[in-house]
T-cell receptor, first 113, second 113 residues
């Protein structure tokens, strides 16, 4: 059974720092991996999607990497800002590609001014 | 207007009541999903539908039922609500094409007393 874990559960950093959020998964047979952002009282917003054949994806100050063989992904946020404060979730689609997403528990990030 | 709309946004009800949560989308996507989010457990898939005639159980379907009334509408019902169904419920949609992100509504916060 696929399990997705995110460590740490919470992280607090001063504004301007570069930071890395970690995601690990137990079964390397995945179709893709997605990173989402969740703001309080809101739904999830897709940030980056990495296909199983890709190593990384970039969008602005965000860079997500994928090492499928070791079951790991990282989300790198450069020059963090208070507006980056949110919960970040990673999710994998199993290789059967039935559209199901299996989520980690999330990392709650606070960026202090 | 939001692409994925969930109603109601908040609901408090009593044990044993029948409850329906509604989801409508303007994105024209064939695929729709219902998730629940509990603190510390991430999101878990309840049901998903790849088109009007295709409905599938997810990870935690017991105690729930769904109806896909049209391409744009996907409802989740709790036939006889119980307190451990208290959670945040999300509807999501995606294109019927591989490697496309899911798009989420803002959620329904459901409390069962």
């Amino acid at each position: 059974k696929q399990e997705v874990t995110q460590i740490p559960a919470a992280l607090s950093v001063p504004e301007g720092e570069n930071l890395v959020l970690n995601c690990s998964f137990t079964d390397s047979a995945i179709y893709n991996l997605q990173w989402f952002r969740q703001d309080p009282g809101k739904g999830l917003t897709s940030l980056l999607l990495i296909q199983s054949s890709q190593r990384e994806q970039t969008s602005g100050r965000l860079n997500a990497s994928l090492d499928k063989s070791s079951g790991r992904s990282t989300l790198y946020i450069a020059a963090s800002q208070p507006g980056d404060s949110a919960t970040y979730l990673c999710a994998v689609t199993p290789s059967s590609n039935t559209g199901k997403l299996i989520f980690g528990q999330g990392t709650t990030l606070q960026v202090k001014p | 207007d939001a692409d994925v709309t969930q109603t109601p946004r908040n609901r408090i009800t009593k044990t044993g009541k029948r409850i329906m949560l509604e989801c409508s989308q303007t994105k024209g996507h064939d695929r729709m999903y219902w998730y629940r989010q509990d603190p510390g457990l991430g999101l878990r898939l309840i049901y998903y539908s790849f088109d009007v005639k295709d409905i599938n159980k997810g990870e935690i379907s017991d105690g729930y039922s769904v109806s896909r009334q049209a391409q744009a509408k996907f409802s989740l019902s709790l036939e006889s609500a119980i307190p451990n169904q208290t959670a945040l419920y999300f509807c999501a949609t995606s294109e019927d094409v591989s490697n496309q992100p899911q798009h989420f509504g803002d959620g329904t916060r459901l409390s069962i007393l």
